[in-house]
């Protein structure tokens, strides 16, 4: 499977060849220490590496994004996804949400919003300003392993695109992609549409930047 | 040695079903338990420790809130109240999170006398399950010195 070969290559400014390690590194955002506790270990034991912050300020703080210009740091702490609670004092996941979709080095990264409310037009909210998938809490191991393999997927695509620039096999291969059931006991069944159609959305957005 | 351990794991198995059985614990807590292995072997008491202590810093935050003599902000104590509600249910509180949903209720309906109780049971509550969770924990630990292994229960 290609996601367990090269997924990105960067060339930085001073030359060197780095081939990012197929492991996720996730930020992951919650002012509950208890739930920092939890969605820890349950990204850790999912194989990613993790890296845990309070707040949405500090999140931005820790991807450079809040006008400090020590950035070098950032190509070998380089985040694939961002999973942040909704509800936080100060800025909001859905906040922070905006603001790393309006910023063009993150928003290609793709953000998962955690809520304890199931409250559909604030899940609507969050899937239409580019979130890419909406967990109910308390969040269990097969929510995370979901939102893995989605996002390994994804990269999957991307990498096939690079290969292959073949925009009509791309779609029609996420036509007839069904999302990956998920175990867990929330009803879902609202979000069921979601994924895929958000899926379709920045297929045909990434696309269109390589063309 | 066998006899103890398997009398040891016996009691461990039927104090943890009741706690199950009598609403001290939901479905959340074995999602937890699903976490913890040879590599984390203290991690739900560990997650379980960190919450007893939110509990005391967020019920502080509450009898704070409703300790001002004049108005009272229901914003402040509802605000502490769905945090407490929060991590009661990440680590599976069932009776805690169920003391915060009609908590939140009274502070939504500004009901003073309704949040002093809630305040009062909540706090009750959760000294309970801390009492109860300790015995779990100690048993599995006469277990483990008993040379046996703490076993997997099955709460269906």
Do not use: W
């Not at chain 2, 072997?41 to 509990?55: G, N, Q, R, T, Y």
């Amino acid at each position: 499977m290609a996601v367990g070969e090269v997924m990105r290559m960067e060339i930085p400014a001073g030359g060197d060849l780095t081939v990012t390690s197929p492991e996720l590194h996730v930020l992951a955002v919650d002012d509950s220490i208890v739930d920092r506790k939890v969605i820890e270990r349950l990204l850790r034991i999912s194989a990613c590496k993790v890296t845990t912050v309070e707040s949405g300020t500090r999140a931005l703080q820790y991807l450079g994004l809040d006008g400090d210009k020590g950035a070098s740091h950032l190509k070998d702490l380089k985040v694939n996804l961002i999973v942040t609670d909704y509800s936080m004092p100060g800025l909001t996941g859905y906040d922070l949400l905006k603001k790393l979709k309006e910023s063009s080095a993150f928003r290609e990264i793709p953000v998962v919003i955690m809520s304890s409310e199931n409250i559909l037009p604030r899940i609507e909210q969050c899937l239409k300003e580019g979130a890419e998938d909406f967990l109910l809490k308390p969040v269990k191991l097969a929510d995370v392993k979901r939102i893995k393999q989605l996002i390994m997927r994804n990269e999957a695509e991307e990498c096939k695109t690079l290969s292959h620039s073949n925009k009509r096999k791309l779609a029609q291969d996420i036509d007839t992609t069904s999302p990956s059931s998920s175990s867990s006991s929330h009803d879902d069944s609202s979000l069921k549409d979601f994924p895929s159609s958000k899926r379709i959305k920045s297929e045909s957005e990434n696309l269109s930047s390589l063309l | 040695m066998d006899a103890l351990v398997a009398q040891l794991q016996m009691q461990f198995r039927d104090y943890t079903i009741s706690l199950y059985q009598q609403g001290f614990l939901d479905d959340q807590f074995t999602e937890l338990k699903k976490l913890q292995d040879e590599g984390s072997p203290d991690f739900v008491a560990e997650v379980l420790s960190l919450f007893f202590e939110d509990c005391v810093k967020l019920i502080g935050n509450m009898a704070r809130a409703l300790d001002q003599t004049g108005t009272v902000d229901y914003s402040q104590v509802g605000a502490s109240v769905h945090q407490l509600k929060g991590s009661s249910s990440s680590v599976g509180a069932k009776r805690v999170k169920g003391l915060c949903v009609t908590f939140k209720e009274y502070c939504e309906a500004k009901n003073y006398e309704g949040c002093v109780r809630c305040l009062q049971q909540v706090d009750i509550e959760y000294k309970t399950l801390k009492t109860k969770l300790q015995d779990m924990f100690n048993l599995e630990k006469q277990i483990i010195q008993a040379g046996g292994i703490v076993p997997q229960v099955d709460i269906n």
